[in-house]
């Protein structure tokens, strides 16, 4: 015999709307993910080559200085503007450079960029609150969240002091903090992510990190307390490594074929892991090369993703590879991945795929892992791998 559906939620749904038309009701999920404008980085954060940062939830990129926080929320930004987001830009380093703006293609317009300068998290906190409720606003009026899309993005977290910090330091009185940043942080994230997921917007945290103190095996954690490990949706942990003279190859397609002759210093290498994610396999790792002339290209660490998780596969001979997704009669060299058009009819396949719902689900293990694996006992614990120290 069927149980009886009670009516009961349908009227408590409808009172509470009344006394609060912005409360959110219901399990939801991301309608809209922002393209980071990478695949791997896309993969990574999402488990979709499609999909990269989701609309109404927190994403931390957290790691060294000098790893690539900064370009890959340029990148982020050129690509959200493409998408008609609108981006505010939180700076607490003074470290934007208009310059290196315009080369990753972002639209300086003061219509679609708004930049702030910020040094507190009090400060920080009146600014998103500002711009997320002005967001919401125009939506109403609008009577449609996706006519008015917002990116928000704070670099760096990192950076900022409490009020009481700053009040401290200009009366020459250089007490320690006794976690007055912490708590303001917490009192922030708080407050605003209810917001930013009822406007849909996509915020972007970049942060530091500090080493893991008292264990054995320390890891790099983001800084500003738990608050900033628990609330973020997904938290991204990024260490830099040096280019190599391998790493030339890459860069050489990357550059359409020839790295130009008057370049000194060319590019960082950003070695990223997904230490978080509540939509997609945690852990995984990735290596992506980031020219300084243009920032992250959509195709940078493809080649060696797709061959460390099956897709591509040796060829013929040696040097030579081919897909087990795309069947290609001729076997293609690694310098011609993407100057010969492989890589573009390789992803044209895999976006279809994913179209049609298949999902790629790969367990990501790097060369270091691997080799790790072939030196370990057959029942031996193994530790969590950390090369947050290394380079």
Same mark, same amino acid.
């Given at each position: 015999m069927a149980k009886k559906k009670s009516s009961l939620f349908d009227s408590v749904r409808k009172n509470l709307i009344k006394k609060n038309d912005d409360i959110v009701l219901d399990l939801t999920e991301p309608k809209i993910w922002a393209d980071s404008g990478n695949y791997v980085l896309n993969h990574i954060l999402s488990g979709s080559f499609s999909k990269g940062y989701p609309a109404g939830r927190m994403v931390q990129l957290f790691g060294a200085s000098g790893s690539g926080k900064s370009f890959l929320t340029a990148r982020a930004i050129a690509k959200a503007q493409e998408a008609g987001y609108m981006v505010a830009v939180l700076d607490s380093e003074q470290a934007i450079s208009q310059d290196y703006l315009l080369k990753c293609g972002v639209?300086?317009?003061?219509?679609?960029?708004?930049?702030?300068?910020?040094?507190?998290?009090e400060q920080t906190q009146d600014a998103m609150i500002e711009v997320l409720d002005g967001?919401?606003?125009?939506?109403?009026?609008?009577?449609?969240?996706?006519?008015?899309?917002?990116?928000?993005?704070?670099?760096?977290?990192?950076?900022?002091?409490?009020?009481?910090?700053?009040?401290?330091?200009?009366?020459?009185?250089?007490?320690?903090?006794?976690?007055?940043?912490?708590?303001?942080?917490?009192?922030?994230?708080?407050?605003?992510?209810?917001?930013?997921?009822?406007?849909e917007s996509i915020c972007?945290?970049?942060?530091?990190?500090?080493?893991?103190?008292?264990?054995?095996?320390?890891?790099?954690?983001?800084?500003?307390?738990?608050?900033?490990?628990? &609330?973020?949706? =997904?938290?991204? +942990? #990024?260490?830099?490594? %040096?280019?190599?003279?391998?790493?030339?190859?890459?860069?050489?397609? @990357?550059?359409?074929?020839?790295?130009?002759?008057?370049?000194? &210093?060319?590019? =960082?290498?950003? +070695? #990223?892991?997904?230490? %978080?994610?509540?939509?997609?396999?945690?852990?995984?790792?990735?290596? @992506?090369m980031i020219p300084y002339d243009f920032g992250l290209p959509e195709y940078a660490g493809l080649f060696d993703y797709l061959k460390d998780n099956g897709i591509i596969i040796e060829g013929g001979r040696k040097g030579y590879y081919n897909c087990t997704e795309v069947t290609f009669e001729k076997d293609f060299s690694r310098k011609d991945f993407i100057k010969g058009g492989w890589a573009d009819i390789i992803m044209k396949h895999l976006l279809a795929e994913e179209a049609k719902g298949h999902i790629y689900d790969f367990i990501m293990k790097s060369a270091e892992d691997i080799e790790r694996e072939k030196s370990s006992k057959d029942d031996m614990i193994v530790e969590e791998f950390d090369d947050s120290n290394e380079d």
């Open positions: 639209d300086i317009d003061p219509s679609m960029l708004m930049t702030i300068q910020v040094q507190t998290v967001v919401r606003a125009e939506q109403k009026a609008l009577g449609n969240n996706s006519e008015l899309k917002l990116m928000i993005i704070v670099d760096s977290i990192g950076a900022l002091n409490s009020t009481k910090a700053l009040d401290d330091a200009e009366r020459n009185h250089h007490a320690s903090d006794m976690g007055t940043k912490a708590k303001a942080l917490t009192k922030m994230i708080n407050i605003v992510t209810q917001k930013i997921g009822i406007t972007i945290l970049t942060n530091h990190s500090a080493l893991e103190v008292g264990v054995m095996f320390p890891q790099e954690l983001p800084k500003g307390g738990k608050i900033m490990e628990y &609330a973020p949706s =997904i938290s991204l +942990r #990024i260490g830099k490594g %040096k280019i190599k003279p391998a790493d030339l190859v890459e860069l050489e397609y @990357l550059y359409g074929g020839e790295i130009p002759k008057h370049l000194g &210093a060319l590019g =960082i290498v950003s +070695r #990223i892991e997904l230490y %978080k994610s509540r939509f997609t396999r945690p852990f995984r790792k990735v290596q @992506l």
